[in-house]
């Protein structure tokens, strides 16, 4: 059974750094067949999809283009885990953020476990 | 950027009842890459099917889904009480890589 458990503050201060881990148990996160992801979700913005980290003999991410510029997903093997940074935060990015664990089951890609989710509020 | 809009924006219906849940994409979407996903109150999503007629592990056959192209439906066959929550599809397409939601159909009880 995988399990993603989310850690990191809950109020941010802008344009200061956005900065929450996503702790791995069941799997790993080099596993090849999988990609690990971070989507927020907020009353304006709805569900949105920020990126994601994946092994493929080598690391690769992917990230939204709305984030692109202030995003970073970071793995750690050693702890098992991957982070979410996002950087020059503004109120607009206050949002319940989830990780999320991308799957390929039959040629069909989909979100099959998540992380319990964290409301982060941007607020000085 | 593909943009699934969802209708109703809130359905309410009887227990037994049929729910009829529409997903439209603004360009066509592989149906290997269409998910619905079933959302409670203080809880993360969870997916209900994916290949847009799969059903995932543990999903009652009361679900359904099906669709092709731009236009998708999750049907919710004899409604009961613990249905009641968002319902949303989301599709993704690499490249460019890209993962879009819908924006949600609230499905209730009378």
């Known amino acids: 059974q995988v399990q993603l458990q989310q850690s990191g503050p809950g109020l941010v201060k802008p344009s200061q750094t956005l900065s929450l881990t996503c702790a791995i148990s069941?799997?790993?996160?080099?596993?090849?067949?999988?990609?690990w992801n971070w989507i927020r979700q907020s009353p304006s913005r709805g569900l949105e999809w920020l990126g994601r980290?994946?092994?493929?003999?080598?690391?690769?991410?992917d990230y939204a283009l709305s984030v692109r510029s202030r995003v970073i997903i970071t793995p750690d093997t050693s702890k098992n885990q991957f982070s979410l940074q996002l950087n020059s935060v503004t109120p607009e990015d206050t949002a319940v953020y989830y990780c999320?664990?991308?799957?390929?089951?039959?040629?069909?890609?989909?979100?099959?476990?998540w992380g319990q989710g964290t409301l982060v509020t941007v607020s000085s | 950027e593909i943009v699934l809009t969802q209708s109703p924006g809130t359905l309410s219906l009887s227990p037994g009842e049929r729910a009829t849940l529409s997903c439209r994409a603004s360009?066509?979407?592989?149906?290997?890459?269409l998910a619905w996903y079933q959302q409670k109150p203080g809880q993360p999503p969870r997916v209900l099917m994916y290949?847009?007629?799969s059903r995932a592990t543990g999903i009652p056959d009361r679900f359904s889904g099906s669709g092709s192209g731009t236009e998708f439906t999750l049907t919710v066959g004899r409604l009961e009480p613990e249905d009641v929550a968002l319902y949303y599809c989301?599709?993704?397409?690499?490249?460019?890589?890209?993962?879009?939601f819908g924006q949600g159909t609230r499905l209730e009880i009378k």
């Open positions: 980290t994946y092994y493929r003999s080598k690391w690769y991410n």
């Open positions: 360009q066509s979407v592989s149906s290997s890459e």
């Open positions: 290949g847009a007629s």
């Open positions: 989301q599709q993704s397409r690499n490249p460019p890589p890209e993962v879009t």
């Open positions: 999320a664990r991308w799957v390929v089951v039959a040629g069909s890609r989909h979100f099959d476990y």
């Open positions: 069941g799997d790993s996160v080099s596993s090849n067949s999988v990609a």
